[in-house]
């Protein structure tokens, strides 16, 4: 993608004023940082006016500035080092106050969610996993918390359900090689983008699985292998990948399958409180005044 947008800059230079190639010449070199900057913070760092920038955007044929940055933020983020993260952490996050500036871009990602993910896909989604025969779920590295968490919730609704642990590549599949046309997987994966996972939804696709594949967009190498794409927006913070919004999402889904077979799910927590309440899982108020 960075090479096709470097080709673009290179084919349109000729016909850009001269404020305009300072741009194309700034993001050219600096692409990576380019792509989390305002456009008021861009033209500060060429030396032009916001709306300078804003007209570059439409001139090299994007709707606006908006459009640019979410190409270049795709760009960047699948393959941004550690090192890279945190000199791209460090202008968009000066000072001190990190607290207010990471909360507000997770608000921001929620949101653009909220209002972006396709509800047909999600209802479908829930419809899938309530049928099938078995559901499997796969996250690797960072979103590795993220299956984990969706398989400890799913496990109360549905007997055969598989956490894929993913600390070997042939182990992974070995743990796979029964996924049949029955079955649901639910893929996870966003920046930076593991091989394993792609390997693995190619294996599962083979297979005719139905892939439910939650991720940041439609370029991420696991959405052409989805049966319902499920788009969470993520965002970076450091090194760190902020996944709250992905979390979101495995969340409602969670409670919209367990709202599909709710009868079930109401005689199973009764039983499972009586188990508890036996064996002293759960703290309860007398312990906690003892």
């Known amino acids: 993608m960075a090479e096709n947008f470097q080709k673009h800059i290179e084919s349109v230079y000729g016909n850009l004023s001269k404020g305009h190639k300072k741009i194309a010449d700034y993001i050219k070199e600096n692409y ?8 008021a913070s861009l033209g500060k760092a060429v030396g032009v006016s916001e709306s300078t920038v804003v007209r570059f955007a439409a001139n090299i044929g994007f709707e606006g500035y908006p459009e640019l940055q979410k190409y270049l933020q795709e760009m960047v983020k699948s393959h941004l080092t550690s090192v890279q993260r945190m000199d791209v952490a460090a202008s968009r996050f000066g000072g001190d106050d990190f607290i207010d500036k990471a909360f507000m871009a997770d608000i921001e990602m ?23 025969k078995k559901i499997y779920i796969l996250g690797v590295r960072s979103s590795a918390a993220l299956a ?9 609704l549905y007997e055969n359900v598989v956490l894929i642990d993913t600390s070997a590549s042939s182990e992974l599949f070995e743990q796979m090689f029964r996924i049949s046309s029955e079955d649901v997987c639910i893929a996870i994966s966003f920046p930076r983008y593991s091989n394993q996972t792609v390997k693995a939804l190619s294996f599962a696709k083979d297979r005719g699985a139905t892939i ?23 965002n970076m913070v450091s090194f760190v990948d902020s996944l709250v919004a992905p979390l979101s999402v495995i969340n409602a889904l969670i409670a ?8 079930d799910v109401y005689k199973d927590f009764e039983a499972l409180e009586k188990i508890w309440d036996e064996y002293h899982v759960y703290r309860t108020d007398g312990e906690d005044r003892k």
């Not at 990576?32 to 456009?39: G, R």
């Not at 439910?212 to 993520?234: W, Y």
């Open 110 to 132: 929620i949101k653009s969610t909220r209002d972006s993910i396709s509800r047909e896909a999600f209802i479908k989604s829930a419809e899938a996993i309530n049928k099938a």
């Open 148 to 156: 984990s968490f969706a398989a400890f919730y799913f496990r109360f």
């Open 212 to 234: 439910i594949s939650v991720t940041d967009g439609e370029r991420s190498p696991i959405a052409s292998f989805a049966t319902h794409l499920l788009v969470a927006k993520s």
């Open 32 to 39: 990576e940082k380019a792509s989390f900057m305002t456009a």
């Open 256 to 263: 919209a399958c367990a709202k599909g077979k709710s009868q």
